[in-house]
């Protein structure tokens, strides 16, 4: 009788959910399916504590059904820490649809991922992310009311792209406070990689403050209009990581701080729009820590999206939500003083405080 037996990584790989660090105790992990549509999806809904999950929905052409389990997983653990340290009474979730946007989303399958986000009767509440417009969250109302982010013509709080980039935008000025003693961005020179929705608000934002602002996309075209259009300088190195500038603000996909590319690193500052920034918390934080350079964590600073959206869930207005959104400064302020004195990791620092929320709620749900 022959007995196959699977090594560490085949077996890792054979569970896919609950043998990943990111999975880090989901709740729910829904896996969606349409023949007719074509829709392949998968919902996490990682943390309901503090209130339903809210979080985005990512179309993306995957490489594999592998690599979307493991974002969504990442992707929807963060969202759980976003809303907590931001002071939301929401938990953590996250779609992914595996597709190209560009190709793929059709009308109807944007319904039938609707009607699966119904069946979960409001536990998990969906909005726009990579791959997603304001129009398809307004074609998914139309068949739950479980959805964030619909256009301001229908009662919503509309794109949060640009509110999102504006609270970031006050991330990377606290944390030029606490590395130079001052936030004036006068001269600074800012590296933004990823020009999207939010990439550009921030560019615009940036130069207006002063900043010098160079700019890296794999859109030639996007590149050319947003540098026209600001003043940008379009990044010509062959290697952005070792560029010789003074902050770095990913604003594209993750992990863009990794074993290949945090040595290169010339920055003071890490401060950008970017999910899951750090390949590995743990290790690449440190690193960052001992070589002094500032980390904004990605899940505080990047919130004003979900702040945006939650406004439609709670009736508040759009001077409200700037403000919440302009008080992420103060956070990051914070956060990066305790870092410092307790001699921890800026995202360590963080999600500290995100837990204790959680904690604290479920103490009080108990009792």
């Not at 190195?237 to 996909?253: E, Q």
């Not at 500032?294 to 990047?302: E, G, K, Q, S, T």
Request: hydrophobic share 35%; aromatic share 8%.
């Amino acid at each position: 009788m022959q007995v196959d037996v699977l090594n560490a990584n085949e077996l890792k790989k054979s569970a896919p959910v609950f043998g990943q660090v990111s999975f880090d105790e989901h709740e729910q992990i829904v896996f969606c399916n349409d023949k007719d549509t074509g829709l392949k999806a998968i919902i996490g809904i990682h943390n309901t504590v503090l209130g339903p999950a809210l979080g985005g929905t990512r179309m993306w052409n995957y490489t594999s059904e592998w690599e979307a389990v493991n974002d969504v997983l990442r992707l929807s653990r963060g969202m759980t820490f976003k809303s907590a340290i931001t002071g939301l009474n929401l938990g953590g979730g996250k779609a992914v649809i595996i597709g190209d946007a560009k190709k793929d989303k059709t009308p109807e399958l944007m319904k039938r991922f609707g009607e699966f986000v119904h069946s979960l009767g409001g536990k998990y509440i969906t909005a726009e992310d990579v791959g997603m417009e304001t129009s398809d969250m307004d074609t998914v109302r139309e068949v739950t009311p479980y959805v964030t982010g619909i256009s301001e013509s229908k009662g919503g709080a509309g794109n949060p792209s640009p509110i999102t980039a504006y609270g970031v935008f006050m991330g990377l000025k606290a944390s030029a406070k606490f590395k130079y003693g001052s936030d004036d961005l006068e001269g600074k020179k800012v590296l933004v990689q990823g020009i999207g929705h939010v990439g550009e608000t921030l560019v615009e934002y940036l130069t207006q403050d002063g900043a010098e602002v160079f700019i890296s996309d794999i859109n030639e075209e996007r590149l050319q209009e947003v540098s026209k259009k600001y003043g940008a300088h379009v990044f010509t190195g062959r290697d952005i990581y070792s560029a010789d500038v003074d902050i770095y603000a990913p604003c594209a996909l993750g992990a863009t701080i990794n074993d290949d590319t945090i040595e290169r690193l010339k920055v003071d500052i890490i401060a950008g729009a970017a999910n899951n920034q750090l390949a590995d918390e743990v290790a690449h934080g440190s690193i960052l820590q001992k070589r002094g350079i500032v980390y904004a964590p990605d899940f505080l600073i990047n919130a004003g999206g979900i702040i945006n959206v939650y406004a439609e869930l709670e009736n508040y207005d759009r001077q409200e939500i700037m403000r919440k959104t302009e008080n992420i400064y103060n956070t990051t302020l914070r956060i990066l003083e305790k870092a410092s004195k307790d001699d921890i990791t800026t995202h360590f620092a963080a999600l500290q405080i995100a837990k204790q929320r959680i904690e604290d709620r479920k103490n009080q749900n108990l009792n």
